[in-house]
C-alpha cells in the first residue's frame, strides 16, 4: 500500500466534503420550455441569455430564496407560450419604428418545499427591457407574480 503524506490526505477529505455538499443541493425539474420556442429570436433582448430553461427557473428560485431562505424550488413547468408585448418609437434619423421595450410573461406552474411544507404554485415570471433603442441604457427588470 502506497503512504500518502497527509496533506494529500486532507486535500482529499476537503475535496471530497466540497463534492458532497454540490451534490446536496437538489436540481428542480424542469418541464415545458419549448413553450418559448417561437420567440428563440427575441429571447437574448431580455439579457439573461439563450436558454431560458436555465435563466427562468434560476431567476425564480432566486425571488423564492429572497422570500424566504429555506425555499427549495422542487418543480417548474411553463405551461403555456409566454406572453409578449412590444412598443416602437420613431428613429429620428431613418423615420422607421424601432423596438423600445419588450414585455415578455411566462406562465408556470412551479412546486416549492419550505421547511416542512410543500406547496404548489401558479405564477408568472415577467421580464421588462426598456430603451432596447440605445446600447448603453438598457435597462431588464423582473416581476414575479403569484396568481
Given at each position: 500500500?502506497?503512504?500518502?503524506?497527509v496533506?494529500?490526505?486532507?486535500?482529499?477529505?476537503?475535496f471530497?466534503?466540497?463534492a458532497s455538499?454540490?451534490?446536496?443541493?437538489?436540481?428542480?425539474?424542469?418541464?415545458?420550455?419549448?413553450?418559448?420556442?417561437?420567440?428563440q429570436?427575441?429571447?437574448?433582448l431580455?439579457?439573461?441569455?439563450?436558454?431560458?430553461?436555465?435563466?427562468?427557473?434560476?431567476?425564480?428560485e432566486?425571488?423564492?430564496k429572497?422570500q424566504?431562505?429555506?425555499s427549495?424550488?422542487q418543480?417548474?413547468?411553463?405551461?403555456?407560450?409566454p406572453?409578449?408585448?412590444?412598443?416602437?418609437?420613431?428613429?429620428?434619423?431613418?423615420?422607421e419604428?424601432?423596438?423600445?421595450?419588450?414585455?415578455?410573461?411566462?406562465?408556470?406552474?412551479i412546486?416549492?418545499?419550505?421547511?416542512?411544507?410543500?406547496m404548489?404554485?401558479?405564477?408568472?415570471?415577467q421580464?421588462?427591457?426598456?430603451?432596447?433603442?440605445?446600447?448603453?441604457?438598457?435597462?431588464?427588470?423582473q416581476?414575479f407574480?403569484?396568481?
Open positions: 500500500m502506497k503512504k500518502l503524506p496533506i494529500a490526505l486532507l486535500a482529499g477529505i476537503g471530497n466534503a466540497a455538499a454540490e451534490n446536496d443541493k437538489q436540481i428542480p425539474q424542469i418541464n415545458g420550455f419549448d413553450c418559448a420556442d417561437a420567440i429570436n427575441v429571447i437574448p431580455l439579457g439573461r441569455g439563450e436558454l431560458v430553461e436555465t435563466f427562468v427557473p434560476l431567476d425564480v432566486n425571488e423564492l429572497r424566504h431562505k429555506s427549495v424550488l418543480s417548474i413547468n411553463c405551461t403555456a407560450e406572453e409578449i408585448k412590444g412598443a416602437t418609437i420613431k428613429d429620428k434619423e431613418s423615420g419604428a424601432v423596438l423600445s421595450r419588450l414585455s415578455v410573461t411566462f406562465p408556470l406552474e412546486s416549492v418545499a419550505a421547511g416542512k411544507q410543500t404548489d404554485m401558479v405564477v408568472h415570471q421580464y421588462l427591457a426598456e430603451n432596447l433603442e440605445t446600447t448603453d441604457q438598457r435597462k431588464v427588470t416581476k407574480i403569484v396568481k
